[in-house]
């Protein structure tokens, strides 16, 4: 067990769909992070947020959408994706915003159709 | 952004061989982790490394930071087929608030 839990596992949707990714951690760390995995790229860093508050943004298009009610919940909005957004998202948290370890959920496999 | 580069991208090789691992960028970071993500998993950490000039063992894998904290090395000794995955440096900024991560090399040790 990680720590930090992803869900769902696997999505497919087209590209007029809303969907959501979550996240949840049971660390009690303070930062929470998403990155997104594509084939043969390094892992991007998408959001980042401290205690709640996003601290980070890498110029992702608004059709991603974060969200973080607590310290423990991540959510990731999804609405009018394109096909290049087919990836593998992942969660992660640390004790504080860029010191200590990442811990990683399994990632959600997006696919858009 | 500061950008990691590692080498080699892939590398498939015999179980009982040696093998090494390079990350290198021109960014100096002030800690620098190594993880390793197996299929349909999360990266996992295997080690932080903080002083320049440090060398951590762990088991058969020697990882090294450079004196300048730009670079480092993963070396694994006597490779194993559970070593397969994908191998992911990361430097933490010395100003910012998050991780950034290398390239990879996805390793195969074939039995």
């Known amino acids: 067990e990680t720590g930090v839990t992803q869900t769902p596992r696997h999505l497919v949707m087209g590209m007029t769909n809303k969907k959501s990714l979550k996240c949840e951690q049971h660390?009690?760390?303070?930062?929470m992070y998403w990155y997104k995995q594509s084939a043969k790229k390094p892992l991007e860093l998408m959001f980042v947020y401290s205690l709640e508050e996003r601290v980070e943004n890498n110029s992702v298009p608004s059709r991603f959408s974060p969200e973080c009610p607590n310290s423990s919940h991540l959510f990731l909005h999804l609405h009018t994706l394109q096909p290049e957004d087919s990836a593998l998202y992942l969660c992660?948290?640390?004790?504080?915003?860029?010191?200590?370890?990442?811990?990683f959920g399994e990632g959600s496999r997006l696919t858009v159709l | 952004t500061q950008l990691l580069e590692q080498s080699p991208q892939f590398l498939s090789i015999q179980e009982g061989e040696n093998l090494t691992v390079y990350c290198n960028s021109s960014?100096?970071?002030?800690?620098l982790q190594w993880y390793r993500q197996e299929p349909g998993e999360g990266p996992v950490l295997l080690v932080t490394?903080?002083?320049?000039?440090e060398v951590k063992k762990l088991k058969r894998l020697t990882f090294q930071f450079g004196d300048a904290r730009k670079d480092s090395s993963l070396h694994i000794t006597a490779a194993q087929t559970g070593d397969t995955g994908l191998y992911l440096c990361a430097g933490a900024s010395r100003t910012g608030n998050q991780f950034y991560f290398g390239t990879g090399t996805s390793l195969t040790v074939i039995p």
């Open positions: 960014s100096v970071f002030s800690s």
């Open positions: 660390l009690g760390h303070n930062a």
């Open positions: 490394v903080v002083t320049g000039g």
């Open positions: 992660a948290s640390s004790q504080s915003t860029g010191r200590g370890e990442l811990f």
